[in-house]
């Protein structure tokens, strides 16, 4: 079925992206894996392109294009193309909002315009070692010392933490409500800011995951973000977008591992005939094939109610456990039909299916999307 939500411009930016993502990210991918973090310069390089923060207006050095289907496009080609790890929507589109939504004339001015060209790398910090879906029960604090703020506490599994240049650090500044959090952009070599562990994690090899620490961070009251106390709602604002950029990217990495295996089961033979050859195999393809071109229609549609302004949390919720579901089952599918080949880090499927195990984690576990689901059809024991 021909996808019907693109336009002409659209197709011709993802010639270009495709190129990009060959060339100087696809073409990188085995060093960064090896090495554990993507060079800065892949950030750069995008930047050149103007393929971050779209969205920014043109004042700040951006492109002004609002049109979420643009990103769609990035997230598409680097899960067919280019590599995982590169986590450059979550610099443009999930980090890089917050400040151009919540961010005053002056910190946009001092902050856009070297997101945008690639200069400085975004990251949000939010996770705890004792606090992760559940965001008001994080101890970070930041204390009001009059002309500035006293930040103490540690986050882990912060994407793009060792690159980092920029990190929203989400603390609280209320101790008597449960939702009295603010959150604060923490710029590199402030004093007491210090990053651990370049954490391994079971895939996404590339991506830099850490560990920070802020060990009384003097935090400037020019570098507070949005409204004092409110940064729990804040969150829940960017969060319907934050999960269709995951659901979009989930099922493009299925996708992406279909087309690999179909290429694989038409070359690789067993029993004199090809892999593909077998009733088992064409089935399995077909179920596959089915299930993701269905999704694609959801997705799609989700992707225009967002252009509309219309795209509801619990839609969100349903995208990104949909997508992430589909995603492990299809990975798991493509790796048996590699056979021993499936299992060796050396061909791409194999990570892939590593990488995809995340997805029904991060952003709202799979757990978290049924229970937002349910709530919106009137199952809610808190209110009985």
């Known amino acids: 079925m021909s996808r019907k939500i693109f336009e002409e411009e659209h197709e011709m930016f993802r010639d270009s992206v495709r190129s990009f993502m060959r060339k100087e990210i696809g073409a990188n991918s085995d060093r960064w894996h090896e090495q554990g973090i993507v060079d800065r310069e892949a950030f750069l390089k995008a930047g050149e392109m103007g393929l971050l923060l779209m969205w920014a207006h043109e004042k700040y050095g951006g492109a002004g294009v609002q049109d979420f289907r643009y990103e769609q496009v990035l ?4 899960a067919a193309h280019g590599d995982a790890g590169f986590f450059m929507t979550l610099h443009s589109r999930l980090v890089g909002p917050y400040i151009g939504e919540l961010g ?4 946009k001015a001092r902050w856009l315009p070297k997101c945008i ?6 990251a949000v910090a939010i996770t705890e070692p004792g606090a992760g879906s559940d965001v008001a029960g994080l101890r970070t604090k930041a204390e009001d010392k009059g ?6 506490g540690s986050k882990t599994y912060t994407s793009n933490g060792i690159n980092a240049d920029l990190v929203i650090v989400v603390a609280r500044t209320d101790p008597e409500k449960r939702h009295g959090l603010s959150l604060f952009v923490v710029e590199r070599g402030m004093e007491g800011f210090e990053r651990g562990r370049n954490l391994k994690k079971m895939g996404l090899k590339s991506q830099d995951t850490a560990e920070l620490f802020f060990n009384n961070v003097k935090i400037p009251k020019e570098n507070l973000l949005g409204e004092l106390h409110r ?24 996708n992406a591992a279909l087309d690999l295996t179909l290429d694989y089961i038409k070359e690789r033979k067993a029993f004199g005939q090809t892999i593909a050859d077998f009733q088992n195999s064409r089935f399995k393809m077909a179920d596959m ?13 989700c992707v225009e109610e967002h252009g509309r302004g219309e795209l509801t949390a619990d839609d969100a919720a349903k995208a ?8 492990g089952r299809v990975m798991d599918e493509c790796v048996q039909l590699h056979g021993g080949a499936g299992y060796m880090d050396e061909y791409p499927i194999c990570r892939m299916y590593l990488n995809a195990r995340v997805s029904r984690i991060y952003a709202g ?3 978290i999307m049924r229970e937002i689901i349910a709530r919106s059809m009137g199952l809610d024991p808190r209110k009985k």
């Not at 005053?104 to 910190?107: A, C, V």
């Not at 729990?232 to 989930?250: K, W």
């Not at 094939?289 to 549609?301: H, K, L, N, Y």
Request: one cysteine or more.
């Open 75 to 78: 997230i598409e080609e680097n």
């Open 365 to 367: 576990s799979s757990e």
């Open 117 to 122: 060209s690639g200069e400085n790398i975004l």
């Open 231 to 254: 940064g729990f709602y804040h969150l829940m604002h960017f969060l319907a977008e934050e999960r269709l950029l995951g659901a979009v990217g989930y099922l493009a990495c299925a």
């Open 147 to 152: 002309d500035h703020y006293l930040l103490n």
């Open 289 to 301: 094939r089915m299930q993701i071109d269905v999704a694609q229609a959801f997705i799609d549609q």
């Open 320 to 327: 990104k456990l949909f997508t992430s579901e589909l995603e």
């Open 104 to 107: 005053t004339e002056e910190q």
